[in-house]
């Protein structure tokens, strides 16, 4: 028997997954100014096509100074309105690191299945249209320094000028919590207690974790990352960072693990299993700062 039915079909991790596995195969080089940027940038757009026909898929393209010229950078944002006044933003970068252009780095943990994920949530928000604050998603550009040294005025380049121009135009004011993925698709996935985000997101998360089943994957290691987060913090808008930046077995010189921001950040070390748990996360983080 056939019936008209609201759909109940949950974030499917294993199509982020799948998606990450496309995203990667057309643009597995995604440095600023590079073809594969170019390439990754038409993959965004081509999957939010009902979203930009509805007039809700903005590309947010400036210039950026950076210390190895004017690059142009383009930040999109696809929106999904709900039915009360303010705004949920989940966001993820989407580029990979320009000082990495001379290795095969792919950044599939880094910035790529997080972009998929984002892309498997629009997926998901397109059935299950936002019933309390409007969700946003944001596939930033130039978060990774341009130099091997992180600096501060060398790196986050997109969520700057997005925080800059959000200020400006006052949707700052209306953003009710800014959420990051960055590095949350790995088989030992656990999300770190990022100390830099808003101790009531970090309860909630707590919460959520416990809610969804997914305790055992939150909080086992205690972090303070400079991530996408930061500009919002810095204006004072309650963010969070799940960010797990324990990537591949430890060595002396790589504490935190040999595979971050080097040629092994490879499709086979993530599985479609974590990327559920850190969907689930998301959707049940929404749930619950709708509630609040
Ligand atoms: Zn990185």
């Not at 400036?62 to 309105?81: D, E, H, L, Q, R």
């Not at 949707?171 to 101790?199: E, H, Q, W």
């Not at 009531?200 to 974790?209: F, I, P, R, V, Y």
């Amino acid at each position: 028997m056939i019936h008209a039915q609201k759909s109940t079909a949950k974030f499917n991790g294993d199509a982020a997954y799948r998606l990450t596995e496309q995203f990667l195969a057309v643009a597995p080089h995604r440095w600023m100014g590079s073809p594969g940027h170019a390439k990754a940038e038409q993959f965004i757009r081509d999957h939010f096509k009902e979203e930009a026909a509805k007039g809700h898929f903005e590309a947010d393209t400036f210039t950026a100074n950076t210390p190895v010229g004017m690059y142009p950078m383009t930040n999109f944002i696809v929106k999904y309105p709900g039915k009360k006044d303010g705004i949920i933003v989940i966001a993820s970068h989407y580029e990979t690191n320009y000082w990495l252009r001379n290795i095969n780095f792919v950044g599939a943990n880094d910035g790529a299945c997080t972009s998929a994920l984002l892309m498997e949530l629009g997926n998901y928000l397109r059935t299950h249209p936002p019933q309390g604050y409007s969700v946003w998603l944001v596939f930033d550009d130039g978060e990774e320094s341009i130099n091997e040294q992180w600096s501060d005025s060398e790196a986050l380049y997109g969520t700057r000028h997005l925080a800059a121009k959000w200020s400006q135009d006052g949707t700052l004011g209306n953003i009710k919590a800014f959420m990051v993925a960055d590095m949350i698709g790995a088989k030992d996935l656990n999300v770190n207690r990022d100390d830099f985000s808003t101790p009531w997101l970090l309860d909630l998360l707590k919460t959520a974790a416990k809610n969804t089943g997914h305790s055992s994957y939150i909080f086992k290691n205690e972090t303070a990352v400079t991530d996408d987060h930061i500009p919002f913090r810095k204006r004072g808008v309650p963010v969070l960072d799940l960010v797990d930046i324990t990537y591949g077995p430890p060595t002396e010189q790589r504490p935190e693990g040999s595979y971050h921001h080097t040629a092994m950040d490879t499709l086979d070390k993530l599985s479609p299993h974590s990327l559920q748990v850190s969907g689930d996360l998301f959707i049940e983080m929404i749930r619950l700062i709708d509630q609040r």
